[in-house]
């Protein structure tokens, strides 16, 4: 059983910077699809990026190209997320994600607030 432990979250002003950490255990995390979403109170929860296992390749929601940046420590099993250029929409609650095979797993998520 993988688990997922979110950390990182905070309050921000717009424009600052935060750095999210997933940690990962209970499974081969060089092998994962790690991915990072976030959710808002009454919407559903969208997609923000995703790395492939090597490092391979990154994939960003339109929203957050060019202000975010998801990395992969393999030695930590740990993946970041990390947020530059912070705007009020991008407050959410974050989630991690992984990819095992067929199965996904989530962490519990981790508050992020950006005010004016």
């Known amino acids: 059983q993988v688990q997922l432990v979110e950390s990182g979250g905070g309050l921000v002003q717009a424009g600052g910077s935060l750095r999210l950490s997933c940690a990962a255990s209970?499974?081969?995390?060089?092998?994962?699809?790690m991915g990072w979403y976030r959710q808002v109170p009454g919407k559903q929860r969208e997609f923000v990026a995703q790395i492939t296992p090597g490092n391979i390749n990154t994939n960003y929601a339109d929203s957050v190209k060019g202000r975010f940046t998801i990395s992969r420590d393999n030695a930590k099993n740990t993946v970041y997320l990390q947020m530059n250029s912070l705007k009020p929409e991008d407050a959410a609650v974050y989630y991690c994600?992984?990819?095992?095979?067929?199965?996904?797993?989530w962490g519990q998520g981790t508050q992020v607030t950006v005010s004016l």
């Open positions: 994600n992984a990819i095992v095979g067929f199965n996904g797993y």
């Open positions: 209970g499974g081969r995390f060089a092998t994962m699809t």
